[in-house]
């Protein structure tokens, strides 16, 4: 089956209520991206994360790493 957008939001929608591995990015009340991670290998504790910024106007901003660094 093809993937579809359609799929792809409704993914990510359910990712982001559930909070599990996926969280959202807010500045100054906005959504303006996402970061994510999953275990490349749990015994090892190699854990992969990605972090995304929507809209290039945030950007260089640190969000990404806010995001990161409680």
Do not use: H
Request: aromatic share 14%; charged share 20%.
């Amino acid at each position: 089956q093809t993937p579809t957008l359609e799929g792809f939001r409704n993914n990510t929608l359910q990712r982001l209520i559930k909070g599990e591995d996926m969280l959202l990015i807010e500045f100054e009340g906005k959504p303006v991206g996402s970061v994510s991670w999953y275990w490349e290998c749990e015994s090892t504790r190699w854990l992969e994360a990605g972090i995304v910024i929507y809209d290039s106007n945030y950007w260089n901003k640190g969000l990404g790493f806010s995001a990161l660094v409680p």
